[in-house]
């Protein structure tokens, strides 16, 4: 079956993101297809390249990068919620003349009706919220 | 159109969730809708008379609780999570 | 394909970004023409009440946002009764946009959909 | 000066950081040699249920922090004896370091403390 | 040693605040604690007949609420909020 | 008197922030003294340099920033939130070998003690949480 996830949470915050880390594994495992992974609200902080947990933390943006870039998942960052939280790309960085980016390699930043366009190509859409 | 509902606090999300059930339909309790276990034995086992409720066993083990053997819940992992995404024509979830 | 989709809101104005974020989707989902409902639920109804000046928080009015959302095709906005009930809201004291799904009609309305985006 | 300093935690673990940072501050201030409580109450009081296992979770055990607190002089933790009471909590189901109040013992105890941080 | 008691949702916040309260202390609603003077106008009538309630008036402008006239409520602005913290010897803050 | 504030919220997520900049805005005009703004948990996003919201919306980080640098208050950002979270300044990128970093100037990264003897040394310590 074809899926759509919607992370809407950071780590610090609460927890859905990494109950979305494991949900998309176990998608993957049981041989189903993600077609997109959207990341709105708090969920932007995923795409982040400048968090350093502790050593016994997981390094949830990494995990997901590592998914993302394995797999060839389409991994959007809704553009409107980074830029309000401070994750941007080079191309944003510049345009908005901000000091630097900090966006990983693998993910695209884009609008939400790339959520919405998801949602009905889906078969099943899943919302991780927080 | 069976729909599978994830629930992931023990408080508004199990409240608001539990007024938007049909026959058919399923809940699954994850994160800390887990501790609905404890807090809403009551009203999940009302529940349990219609409609088919799991927990997921990460969030049971992570937070020492236990499943309870006098209420028909089922503990699913993350497998099982998708087999009830599967299994339901939708998913709504309430967090 | 002409896929319904359903966007709930539960969360209070103002609080972060979760109340505008939700009606950013709306918007979107019904411009790009596919059917859209919004529905208020549980903290949520605070959104549509009327007479909000957020001025001194420097936020953006949602009654604004809610008024345009007609001009994209969303003519009214789905609203939990028992939630209404239990916050002791009075009709009157609410934007005049929404219809009221008393009882078992959000559960019947919720079965009709074919997507539901939660918020 | 040895002002008094109480931090009140009243998230449920994993959620996030919230206990566990809560928990980093009341070592630290004991580090410090600040007289350091520890109260728990509302959610909060499940991050002392024993047997937690949140290794699918990659987090670290919350107990093996709480049982580190003794070693930095924080002897118990307080806990609010409504907010075991309504979550049907037994003390046998709790890590065995803390101390309950119970009724108005919770308010008595907040009006000893110097400062109150919150979590 | 009186208390401030500032309170910012109208669930767990007002709850635990509510047995946490001494006499002499106070408790200013803010943020979405406002919304207490509609959910939880009950609980506020009982408590005002030993303890000061204050609400603050950007959050309550914001939502689209008022004050209820049939209770002894005061609507304070931020400076009216540093006023109760001179005024109390400490601030304990429930979220 | 002389106040610690301890800020636990990000723009996005609750209002705990901005409450607590028109809170100590207001203590500024009152004539009291602002020891230390410690910024914890989701707090730490208040010292991003990244942040860009839409034109129509506050930009909180700024809006710190303005108020820390323009009164002299001392600002301390907690170093392992803020790493957890991806907010660095360029020692700490360096350390990490994080590929650029996001600190804003006026602001200090530091451990929890600094809220501890904030706390002690106070005459009130207001916390603002989501």
């Known amino acids: ?130 | 159109m069976a729909t599978l509902h994830t629930v992931n606090k023990a408080g508004q999300p199990l409240e608001l969730c539990l007024r938007a059930l049909n026959p058919g339909d399923s809940v699954l309790l994850l994160e800390e809708g887990v501790y609905a276990l404890y807090e809403a034995s009551d009203v999940l086992s009302d529940l349990l008379r219609h409609i088919a409720v799991y927990v997921l066993e990460a969030d049971v083990l992570a937070r020492g609780m236990t499943n309870r053997d006098d209420l028909d819940i089922d503990m699913v992992d993350y497998q099982g999570f998708v087999e009830l995404t599967v299994a339901n024509d939708k998913v709504v979830s309430w967090f | 394909m002409s896929q319904s989709i359903c966007i709930i809101s539960t969360q209070a104005p103002y609080r972060g970004q979760f109340a505008r974020e939700a009606l950013d989707a709306a918007l979107v989902s019904a411009s790009y023409e596919i059917p859209t409902s919004l529905l208020l639920m549980g903290d949520g109804v605070y959104q549509i009440l009327d007479g909000q000046s957020p001025g001194q928080l420097e936020k953006k009015k949602l009654s604004s946002l809610f008024q345009s959302l007609e001009l994209y095709g969303i003519e009214t906005v789905y609203v939990d009764g028992e939630s209404l009930a239990e916050r002791h809201l009075d009709p009157e004291q609410l934007l005049p946009l929404y219809t009221l799904l008393e009882g078992d009609a959000v559960a019947s309305f919720l079965a009709q959909q074919d997507k539901v985006l939660s918020f």
Chains 1, 6 share one sequence.
């Open chain 1, 1 to 130: 079956m074809k899926y759509a996830l919607a992370v809407y949470g950071a780590s610090g915050t609460g927890q859905s993101s990494l109950t979305a880390l494991s949900f998309a594994r176990a998608l993957l495992a049981a041989g189903h297809e993600i077609i997109r992974v959207f990341f709105y609200q708090d969920g932007v902080h995923n795409a982040s390249s400048l968090v350093s947990p502790p050593q016994d933390e997981v390094n949830l943006p990494e995990q997901w990068q590592k998914l993302i870039t394995e797999q060839g998942i389409d991994a959007v960052v809704c553009i409107a919620a980074a830029l309000r939280r401070g994750v941007v790309n080079t191309e944003e960085a510049e345009r908005y003349e901000l000091p630097a980016s900090n966006f990983r390699e693998g993910y695209e930043l884009s609008g939400l009706g790339q959520l919405l366009e998801a949602t009905v190509e889906a078969d099943r859409l899943v919302t991780f919220g927080d």
